[in-house]
């Protein structure tokens, strides 16, 4: 089992950065391969951004290429996404997800662990 406590979410203007981090606990980390998703109201949960459990490989929608990364500490055993230059449109609940293979993977039914979510509201 693999425990998933996302934080950094909130209201911010656009063009305003946040970096959100998910810390893990349970089962070893650097296992892991861990992606974020986000779900905007009355929508689809989507794919934001995957990593390996080196972190040596990413993988990142196009939505968000150029103005998120995604990065991971497996001594602290969190992950982080750091986003800058956020849109109205980055609006959603974020989540962050956990893996048991340590491959990049971009649909929901890959991940078997999921945070609680944290909300990101940007503003006009």
């Known amino acids: 089992q693999v425990q998933l406590v996302e934080s950094g979410g909130g209201l911010v203007q656009a063009g305003d950065s946040l970096r959100l981090s998910c810390a893990a606990s349970?089962?070893?980390?650097?296992?892991?391969?861990m992606g974020w998703f986000r779900q905007a109201p009355g929508k689809e949960r989507e794919f934001v951004a995957a990593?390996?459990?080196?972190?040596?490989?990413?993988f990142l929608a196009d939505s968000v290429k150029g103005r998120f990364t995604i990065s991971r500490d497996n001594a602290k055993n969190t992950v982080y996404l750091q986003m800058i230059n956020l849109k109205p449109e980055d609006t959603a609940v974020y989540y962050c997800?956990?893996?048991?293979?340590?491959?990049?993977?971009?649909?929901?039914?890959?991940?078997?662990?999921w945070g609680q979510g944290t909300q990101v509201t940007v503003s006009s």
């Open positions: 997800a956990a893996r048991e293979q340590f491959t990049i993977a971009t649909t929901a039914r890959s991940y078997s662990y």
């Open positions: 990593i390996t459990r080196s972190g040596g490989g990413t």
């Open positions: 349970g089962r070893t980390f650097s296992s892991n391969g």
